[in-house]
């Protein structure tokens, strides 16, 4: 018989093994600092609980989930419509793990408790790292609390499902389900960010409901069980919930025409749809619709920043890991001194975001009994969401690029990554809007430029680098008439600015001194990897190392 081996060409040597069967809270050095920080401490064991399986089951269930993406059946086998988008099971079980552990209702079922929106900004973070497409509807779902507040009595039974701690993805009407969840219908195709141009039309009825007729462009998950929507009524843009179903259990008008064929957010479904007289619930005042959906877009945009730092923390903890395993040159990729000087660079920026995201949500969680921090939260929340999910693409394609050719593979996930990263500085208003935004409230809410002086003023004195930023951004705010062409300039100085304050306020004042000489200081370089030589590569890089619960 003839001896296989004879034959064998190679043996599979030098290849990385998959970062498997670990704890993304515990691993994550720079966000439970942040975390505790920014009092939220005490939520540390649902946390650890919920990274445990972020770094196990859900890491895997994310594969399967975009492997197997969305369909549409718009038709029964009898020719009625539907309108049913089929999902893989590990998404059901996905968002079955994270409704389960609040990630769309923790910071509602906490709300006595110090920092619970810091807490549920954790989970999230912890859950986008495995899966960030189911972050879409848990996002929504979380944000939609505070418009619904402007809504009358009927709307506490929706509260109530909303943030129950399960999942339920029957399509059943609300009050026969378990838990509920909601997304969002605001861009039609001739306006997108601009939702006072929307042309879909509410028309009252008898009953004090309205019917819908037009269409919406952008239909974010359209599985959920409602939507927030504007529409024009008698008195201008309003906000209206529009249920899925029907109290009778039968279909509501909206007719979905497509699923959005996306470059990534895979295991998510997007649509686009028509309103034909579809019911709908007014919430808040007729002609207030910009306004009622405000606090929700603050909350959605402030998941923008966190789900953007997770994606660079997975990024990064990916690039470490294959970097320890993987040997060049006669030595380990980790022990090159250009490789550390790369990973250190990823891990400094991912740590940055991850500070100031948690800032935000503590400002967010202050702000409704502290004016002050309320102004902050107005201002940095735009700040953030410019800069921090601008940053994310660059940085997860350098991390991939630590891998080689296999980070351009689909079995890993670095290809995921890479997709999903641009997402975010899209979604919930693209850069500019942020920009726009940041300018309106220091025009209309001096309050919010007082409130920013006074954090960044707070690290004053600690590092030279920081303080000459701060008085060029006060120079450059003093300058109106060439303000806004040059917004992006100056929004991107204060959010780095911002985030070296934050930075100073804890507990690395290496890693803080060496973000200020390299994002505000003459030392930085717009590539990674240009850290000078006295950095804090193996601190940086430690923190950035996922550690096996085994």
């Given at each position: 018989?003839?001896?296989?081996?004879?034959?064998?060409?190679?043996?599979?040597?030098?290849?990385?093994?998959?970062?498997?069967?670990?704890?993304?809270?515990?691993?994550?050095?720079?966000?439970?600092?942040?975390?505790?920080?920014?009092?939220?401490?005490?939520?540390?064991?649902?946390?650890?609980?919920?990274?445990?399986?972020?770094?196990?089951?859900?890491?895997?269930?994310?594969?399967?989930?975009?492997?197997?993406?969305?369909?549409?059946h718009s038709y029964d086998a009898h020719g009625r419509r539907i309108d049913e988008v089929e999902f893989h099971p590990a998404y059901h079980r996905i968002m079955q793990l994270a409704m389960q552990h609040g990630v769309h209702s923790y910071a509602w079922r906490n709300v006595h408790r110090e920092s619970a929106h810091v807490a549920r900004a954790a989970l999230i973070y912890l859950g986008s790292q495995a899966d960030a497409g189911s972050a879409?509807?848990?996002?929504?779902?979380?944000?939609?609390?505070?418009?619904?507040?402007?809504?009358?009595?009927?709307?506490?039974?929706?509260?109530?499902?909303?943030?129950?701690?399960?999942?339920?993805?029957?399509?059943?009407?609300?009050?026969?389900?378990?838990?509920?969840?909601?997304?969002?219908?605001?861009?039609?195709?001739?306006?997108?960010?601009?939702?006072?141009?929307?042309?879909?039309?509410?028309?009252?009825?008898?009953?004090?409901?309205?019917?819908?007729?037009?269409?919406?462009?952008?239909?974010?998950?359209?599985?959920?069980?409602?939507?927030?929507?504007?529409?024009?009524?008698?008195?201008?843009?309003?906000?209206?919930?529009?249920?899925?179903?029907?109290?009778?259990?039968?279909?509501?008008?909206?007719?979905?025409?497509?699923?959005?064929?996306?470059?990534?957010?895979?295991?998510?479904?997007?649509?686009?749809?028509?309103?034909?007289?579809?019911?709908?619930?007014?919430?808040?005042?007729?002609?207030?619709?910009?306004?009622?959906?405000?606090?929700?877009?603050?909350?959605?945009?402030?998941?923008?920043?966190?789900?953007?730092?997770?994606?660079?923390?997975?990024?990064?903890?990916?690039?470490?890991?294959?970097?320890?395993?993987?040997?060049?040159?006669?030595?380990?990729?980790?022990?090159?001194?250009?490789?550390?000087?790369?990973?250190?660079?990823?891990?400094?920026?991912?740590?940055?975001?991850?500070?100031?995201?948690?800032?935000?949500?503590?400002?967010?969680?202050?702000?409704?009994?502290?004016?002050?921090?309320?102004?902050?939260?107005?201002?940095?929340?735009?700040?953030?969401?410019?800069?921090?999910c601008k940053r994310a693409p660059g940085q997860v394609n350098e991390a991939q690029e630590c891998l080689g050719g296999i980070g351009y593979v689909e079995d890993t996930i670095m290809p995921r990554l890479y997709r999903q990263a641009p997402l975010n500085s899209i979604w919930e208003g693209a850069g500019n809007v942020q920009c726009l935004d940041v300018l309106r409230a220091l025009r209309r809410e001096p309050e919010t430029r007082e409130a920013l002086f006074e954090v960044l003023g707070r690290a004053g004195g600690q590092q030279r680098d920081l303080d000459l930023a701060v008085a060029r951004l006060a120079a450059d705010f003093d300058r109106p008439e060439t303000l806004e062409v040059r917004s992006r300039y100056v929004v991107e100085r204060a959010a780095k600015a911002l985030q070296a304050a934050v930075l100073l306020s804890g507990e690395q004042p290496a890693i803080a001194e060496i973000f200020c000489r390299h994002r505000l200081g003459e030392e930085g370089a717009a590539s990674y990897g240009t850290l000078a030589a006295d950095a804090p590569f193996d601190l940086l890089i430690a923190r950035a190392t996922a550690l096996s619960e085994g």
């Open positions: 018989m003839t001896d296989p081996s004879q034959f064998a060409t190679h043996a599979v040597e030098n290849q990385p093994g998959a970062l498997r069967d670990y704890n993304a809270w515990t691993s994550d050095a720079p966000l439970r600092e942040a975390v505790a920080r920014e009092g939220a401490g005490w939520a540390v064991s649902h946390l650890h609980e919920y990274g445990r399986l972020v770094g196990g089951e859900l890491v895997e269930l994310g594969f399967a989930a975009n492997r197997h993406r969305p369909v549409l879409c509807p848990l996002s929504m779902t979380y944000a939609a609390i505070p418009a619904l507040r402007h809504a009358g009595d009927w709307a506490a039974p929706w509260v109530e499902k909303l943030t129950a701690q399960d999942y339920d993805p029957r399509a059943l009407p609300m009050a026969d389900k378990r838990a509920c969840t909601i997304g969002m219908g605001m861009t039609e195709k001739q306006g997108g960010s601009d939702v006072r141009a929307n042309t879909t039309r509410a028309v009252t009825q008898p009953d004090g409901s309205y019917a819908l007729v037009g269409h919406k462009w952008f239909f974010s998950a359209p599985m959920s069980d409602a939507h927030l929507v504007l529409a024009q009524a008698d008195a201008g843009l309003t906000c209206f919930l529009v249920p899925r179903l029907l109290a009778d259990g039968t279909r509501n008008a909206v007719a979905i025409q497509r699923l959005k064929d996306k470059l990534g957010d895979w295991s998510n479904a997007s649509s686009e749809v028509e309103f034909q007289g579809a019911h709908a619930l007014r919430v808040g005042a007729e002609g207030r619709g910009v306004a009622t959906i405000l606090e929700m877009v603050a909350l959605t945009r402030l998941d923008c920043i966190t789900c953007s730092a997770a994606l660079m923390r997975q990024a990064v903890v990916q690039a470490v890991h294959h970097a320890g395993q993987r040997r060049v040159f006669g030595k380990l990729l980790i022990d090159q001194p250009l490789m550390r000087n790369v990973l250190a660079d990823l891990a400094l920026e991912a740590e940055a975001a991850t500070a100031l995201a948690m800032r935000v949500a503590r400002a967010i969680d202050a702000a409704p009994r502290d004016p002050r921090e309320a102004a902050f939260a107005r201002i940095a929340t735009a700040l953030g969401k410019f800069w921090v």
